[in-house]
Nanobody, 124 residues
Framework: QVHVVESGGGLVQAGGSLRLSCASS????????MAWFRQAPGKEREFVAS????????RSADSVKGRFTISGDSAKNTVYLQMNSLKPEDTAVYYC?????????????????WGQGTQVTVSS
């Protein structure tokens, strides 16, 4: 069993920064990609960014490119999301997820293990 735990959410003013962290524990040897998704009230869950351990290749949604950066440590199955120039529309619950397939795609079906989420609120 793999457990995924996020931390680092909070309240920030528009233009500010936050750094989210995510750690996985348990039977982590079969994790080959990790990602961040987010869900705003009344909206569907959407892809934010991913990283696959093979080659440390990253992918980001167009809405966050140039502002958010995903990074991680494959040895620890830990991933981070540095969020800069935050906007009110970035307000959402941010979920960390991990999966065995190693594609690092934007499809949530790739990922098996999900955290409980951490709230990010950006005030205008």
């Amino acid at each position: 069993q793999v457990h995924v735990v996020e931390s680092g959410g909070g309240l920030v003013q528009a233009g500010g920064s936050l750094r989210l962290s995510c750690a996985s524990s348990g039977s982590s040897t079969n994790i080959n990609a990790m990602a961040w998704f987010r869900q705003a009230p009344g909206k569907e869950r959407e892809f934010v960014a991913s990283i696959k351990w093979s080659g440390d290749i990253t992918r980001s949604a167009d809405s966050v490119k140039g502002r958010f950066t995903i990074s991680g440590d494959s040895a620890k199955n830990t991933v981070y999301l540095q969020m800069n120039s935050l906007k009110p529309e970035d307000t959402a619950v941010y979920y960390c997820t991990a999966g065995p397939y190693g594609w690092g795609s934007a499809n949530p079906r790739e990922y098996v293990y999900w955290g409980q989420g951490t709230q990010v609120t950006v005030s205008s």
